[in-house]
T-cell receptor, first 113, second 115 residues
Framework: DQQVKQNSPSLSVQEGRISILNCDYT??????FLWYKKYPAEGPTFLIS?????DKNEDGRFTVFLNKSAKHLSLHIVPSQPGDSAVYFC????????????FGAGTRLFVKA | DTAVSQTPKYLVTQMGNDKSIKCEQN?????MYWYKQDSKKFLKIMFS???????INETVPNRFSPKSPDKAHLNLHINSLELGDSAVYFC??????????????FGQGTRLTVV
């Protein structure tokens, strides 16, 4: 039972354009959401997060939007750069019968120069 | 100066063997985790420790036993290794009382191959 879903396994974007990575969740008890980036042979690194009391959080080129009614969040990268090519994991946490962070399967982003 | 370091990076071993993966964090965090990334690339939590106390123990075979000698270390011991244990194992730490409300810092991963 996947509580956090990233339905696009991959996404290809031209350099300079916007990358939009999507994430859906099923458990309404999640109240904190995070995005991680992962390069090959490395561990995931934290990118940006958002609390359920907000609907938007911005950090430089990265913006996360949260739509609680739709149980959907998205990560926007503008402008996309070749160095952004990586796997992006969406994660959610909250009191779901024990506090734990649930990760999605990841979306591989390719930014073409 | 590596924040979360785990050793070894690669581990190839035969079925039935017992092996350990070590993890250390120098961030002063209060919570440490073990995650497993399987062949489908899902990152699934296995265990978490808050101040040396086990707080999350997912449905993991009891052949897997975490050990936290102190707040900065969380080792993973695996008995009687099976082919299905082959995966990448990530250690992580965070400063959030184990509530998952802060970003986690991950180690580089240990690729375990059971032959």
């Amino acid at each position: 039972d996947q509580q956090v879903k990233q339905n696009s396994p991959s996404l290809s974007v031209q350099e300079g354009r916007i990358s939009i990575l999507n994430c859906d969740y099923t458990n309404s008890m999640f109240d904190y959401f995070l995005w991680y980036k992962k390069y090959p042979a490395e561990g995931p690194t934290f990118l940006i997060s958002i609390s359920s009391i907000k609907d938007k959080n911005e950090d430089g080129r990265f913006t996360v939007f949260l739509n609680k009614s739709a149980k959907h969040l998205s990560l926007h990268i503008v402008p996309s750069q070749p160095g952004d090519s990586a796997v992006y994991f969406c994660a959610a946490s909250g009191d779901t019968g024990g506090f734990k962070t649930i990760f999605g399967a990841g979306t591989r982003l390719f930014v073409k120069a | 100066d590596t924040a979360v370091s785990q050793t070894p990076k690669y581990l190839v071993t035969q079925m039935g063997n017992d092996k350990s993966i070590k993890c250390e964090q120098n961030l002063g965090h209060d919570t440490m985790y073990w995650y497993k990334q399987d062949s489908k690339k899902f990152l699934k939590i296995m265990f978490s420790y808050n101040n040396k106390e086990l707080i999350i123990n997912e449905t993991v075979p009891n052949r897997f036993s975490p050990k936290s000698p102190d707040k900065a270390h969380l080792n993973l011991h695996i008995n009687s290794l099976e082919l299905g244990d082959s995966a990448v194992y990530f250690c992580a730490s965070s400063q959030d009382g184990g509530r998952g409300l802060a970003e986690a810092f991950f180690g580089q991963g240990t690729r375990l191959t059971v032959v």
